[in-house]
């Protein structure tokens, strides 16, 4: 039996967090949508520019999925950029390319 959700403050609900496969299966059509371009990108960039939620464990999922996206096919990697890190970290950062299949409709 689980308790019913108490509103805040203002009467409005608060919205439920998403669990990692919910996430997923909320973001992936954006990643989906940049790999059918052909055009280079990082995950920041698709998650910025799609206003994408944070996942539930951040260190790990954003990581998760995107290892997910290359075993299934629809993204690979093509190299490296140390200027698109937006913390103004030195690490490198992953490009990615949609494969040949997600640029022709054939992986989704």
Same mark, same amino acid.
């Given at each position: ?18 669990? &990692?496969?919910?996430?997923?299966? +909320? ?16 995950? &920041? ?31 690979? +990697? ?15 950062? +992953?490009?990615?390319? @949609? ?5 022709? @409709?054939?992986?989704?």
């Amino acid at each position: 039996m689980t308790a019913p959700v108490q509103p805040t403050l203002d009467g409005t609900l608060p919205t439920q967090a998403l669990d &990692y496969h919910s996430w997923c299966d +909320h973001v992936r059509p954006a990643f989906v949508a940049a790999a059918r371009t052909g055009r280079l990108f990082t995950s &920041y960039e698709v998650a910025k520019d799609n206003d994408l939620p944070e996942p539930p464990c951040a260190r790990s999922d954003w990581g998760n999925l995107v290892s997910s996206l290359v075993r299934d096919g629809l993204i690979e +990697h093509v190299t490296f950029d140390r200027s698109q890190r937006p913390t103004g970290e030195k690490s490198a950062v +992953h490009v990615w390319r @949609g494969t040949r299949a997600a640029q022709a @409709g054939r992986v989704a």
